[in-house]
């Protein structure tokens, strides 16, 4: 008995694991992207960037939202790390198809035109319910 007891157990928590691993992928994912500027950056090419990010929400499907920030908090920990952009997908799925879609690399070689950047800084999660 104390086997089958075992075997109904982990067949149980198999299931469970399943169904969690499952409802992950589902999950909405936040993209959060921060930007050191090279001293010197100009006011007009960080706003060129900024627009060019924030115009991705209309050509990539599966972006849910979209801001950006500047900085302002007053603990002086963000290293140099000025700019802020916050992208939500509808899924990890998304997130993934987002990355290699032509007009994110487009973005990516304006940044690279630009060469305003002196260093990035990225981390994605799920939001749980």
Request: no cysteine.
């Amino acid at each position: 008995m104390t086997k089958n007891v075992r075997i109904l157990a982990f067949a149980i928590f198999s299931m469970l694991a399943a169904v969690s691993t499952a409802h992950a992928a589902e999950d909405p994912v936040r993209h959060i992207v921060a930007f050191k500027y090279k001293e010197g950056s100009t006011e007009s090419d960080i706003h060129q960037v900024t627009n060019a990010f924030r115009a991705l929400q209309n050509k990539i499907p599966g972006i849910v939202s979209y801001e950006d920030g500047i900085n302002n908090s007053p603990e002086g920990l963000n290293k140099g790390f000025t700019h802020v952009y916050v992208v939500t997908f509808d899924d990890e799925e998304a997130r993934d198809e987002y990355l290699p879609h032509p007009e994110h690399k487009k973005f990516v070689s304006l940044m690279e035109e630009l060469d305003i950047l002196e260093d990035v800084f990225v981390i994605d999660y799920s939001i749980k319910d």
